[in-house]
Every structure is written in C-alpha cells, then in structure tokens.
C-alpha cells in the first residue's frame, strides 16, 4: 500500500502513488485475467489495462501527473505498452503522457481521436506520438488483443458531428468475453446521444463516468442504455471545478450504480477474473440431527470436497425407543423373562448355604444321638 502525502494546495505527485481501494472481483468466462487500473493522477483520466502478456495505457493525467504515472507502471511490472490510446488533447488527459513516451518504455502502437489542439503539450505528444506507430479511430472500429478481449470504438465519428473538443472525445468499450467496461473520456451529453443513436452496444457491467462525474454528461438515457452495476469517476480531490456534481451522484444512486472515485477511494482496482482459473468452493452438506457434521480443513479455510467427515455420535446405553430412532425403524420389543434363570455367582452362593444346612443338620443330629445313648447307659 502506498501513501499519499497530501499538503495545503500542494499534491506530491512526483514521489509516491496514491493508495488503492480493495479490488472488485467480477468472474467472467475469458480464458485468462484481466486487472482494470483507474489510476488516481489528481484532476485526470488515466486507466491501465493488464492481461496476461499485453498492457494497455488509456490517457495518462496531466503534466504534473507524470512522474506519478511512471511510479504506477513501474509498481505494476509494466516493461511495455502494446497499446495507448489519448482520448482528446485536454492536457488533464495528454499531459502525463509526455513523459511515457519520452521514457524508455516501449510502445507498438497509439491511437487518439485525429483532433489537432494548438496547444504546447499537444504539439508535444503528438511529435513524440509520431515516431511510434500513430492511428485514428473511428467509430465501430475493433482493436482486438485476443479472441474475446478487445475494444470498440464507440464515439467520434469521421468526419466529427460536434466543434466541442469534448464531444468528439474518443470513447471505447472493453470486452472481456462476456463482461464489459464503458471507457467515456470527457463525453457529454450531446455524444451520448449521438452513440444512443449508433445502434452500437452500450450495456456495460463498468462505467467510467463521463467527464470527472460533472452534469454535462451520464444522462439518464444513457445510463438506461448502459445499465452499470459499477461506477468510477476519476477526479482530483477538492478539485476548482466542483467536480464531481451533485446531480450526477444523485442520478447514480437513483440507479443503483456503486459508485467509486479517485478522488476519495485512490486508485479503483477491478479484477475480471477467469472462471476457469478460480477454483470451485463446494458448500459442506447441511447438518442432519445425526450425525453431525463438522469442518476437517487444519487450515481454517473452505473445505475441498470429500473432506466433510460426520462426527461419531456415542451409542446410547437404553435401549432406543420409537422417537429415538432418526429412521423410523420399529425398534425390536425386550424380551420378559418372569422367572429369571441365576447367573454363576447367584448358583455357587445357594451350593454354599445348602452345605452349611446339611452340616448344620448332621451335626445337631449327632448331639441329640450322644445325648440318647448316653442317658440311655445311665438307665
């Protein structure tokens, strides 16, 4: 976990990243994972996409974000960028970029929205951008990183409909297999209408709110469109611009969408985790009266299948009646016995008294006889 350090009217940007939200685990059926980046670079939009072998860089913040952004790549084991895209040439967008592209990152390929800006950072990155492999987008255009995950452009058009740079932002909708995250840049209220009238799929799982959440974008009908379990908005805290407005949180929530912002979150983590690679947790059956059943996992975790094992129950020492009985089997009557026979000890017992009779008999038998014979010789 990093800290930001924050001061009275200063950010420190140059040395650390900001903190991150706990992920948000979404399980979808691609074949491998993918981790979704809203970085926090203040008052901006910069989003990283990671696969298993490509990385996608979309915007990179402003100027003052940049060395912040390379702080980010690094942290997050990026050695190349296959695919960048620069959503429009505002520089809270472009500015961060400049020093990517002056790094010794490699980078295949770039594609931006072929709006030319007369600004200094715009002449800049596009200098820089041209000595890559630099392209413009167009609407219902695919850029595919593997067979089930890529992206479509949704907005501009070319020619562009709007004069308004922001409207002619480049808006892109990523697909990983059947789960999928609207990227809406800086896009307002009249290109919403403009990709409601496209025909194109809007309905995403993740939406990245359009411009830092302020009221000239996420419409209600777009959000009809999209119908976004997750929100993210990116934006600086305690921003000049107000950003993001009242009114476009209260219409989030009024739509049930779970709303994350960099701005009091840090950086938004979503991992789009393959249902192949994560392993099945099998409930343990629910306990009967007998027996019971008990947890046998020594680590205190879930336990695997086969590993549920029922408790020994001691056997009752009665003899069970028909209540007891978890069966309903009839349980066999006792049998009476109304003259018990004598067990060992009872029989040796009764031997010994019978003797002790006998000899008791004999022996009063024989005084009575000394008696008699003895009066007898007398007479």
């Known amino acids: 976990m990093f800290v930001v350090l924050l001061l009275p009217c200063q950010i ?11 992920p948000i685990t979404l399980v979808t059926t691609c074949s491998e994972n993918v981790t979704v980046y809203f970085l926090d670079v203040g008052q901006g939009d910069s989003i990283l996409i990671k696969t298993s072998n490509r990385n996608v860089l979309i915007d990179g913040g402003p100027g003052q974000a940049g060395s912040t952004l390379l702080n980010y790549l690094n942290i997050y084991h990026i050695s190349k960028i296959d695919l960048l895209f620069a959503t429009h040439p505002h520089e809270d967008h472009i500015g961060g970029l400049v020093p990517v592209l002056q790094s010794s990152i490699p980078i295949q390929d770039i594609v931006y929205n072929g709006y030319n800006y007369t600004t200094q950072i715009f002449n800049t990155w596009k200098t820089l951008a041209l000595t890559h492999n630099l392209t413009i987008a167009n609407r219902n255009e695919v850029f595919a990183l593997t067979p089930t995950i890529n992206f479509t452009v949704i907005s501009p058009t070319n020619p562009y409909q709007f ?44 939406l990245k709110v359009g411009h830092h959440g302020s009221s000239y974008s996420t419409s209600q009908a777009f959000l009809n469109a999209v119908t976004p379990t997750y929100g993210v908005i990116s934006a600086g805290i305690d921003n000049s611009y107000g950003h993001p407005a009242q009114q476009t949180l209260d219409r989030l929530t009024q739509n049930d969408v779970s709303t994350y912002g960099t701005y009091k979150d840090g950086t938004v983590v979503f991992q789009l985790n393959s249902a192949s690679q994560i392993p099945i947790l099998t409930p343990s059956p629910t306990p009967t009266p007998t027996p019971t059943l008990t947890q046998t996992n020594p680590t205190g975790g879930f336990p695997k299948p086969g ?33 018990p026979t004598p067990t060992v000890p009872e029989l040796s017992l009764l031997l010994i008294l019978v003797a002790f009779g006998l000899i008791s008999l004999g022996i009063v038998t024989l005084r009575i006889r000394s008696k008699f014979n003895s009066r007898y010789k007398n007479d």
């Open 163 to 206: 004069s308004d740079l922001n409207a002619n932002n480049l808006v892109l909708r990523l697909q990983v297999s059947n789960t999928s995250i609207m990227l809406t840049g800086d896009a307002t209220t009249v290109s919403e209408q403009s990709m409601l009238a496209s025909g194109l799929t809007l309905q995403s799982q993740i």
């Open 12 to 22: 420190n940007f140059q040395s650390v990243a900001s903190a991150s939200s706990p």
């Open 307 to 339: 590993t549920v094992t029922p408790t020994p129950i001691p056997i009752p020492t009665q003899t069970p009646t028909a209540t007891q009985n978890p069966t309903n089997a009839k349980a066999p009557s006792p049998t009476v016995n109304p003259s």
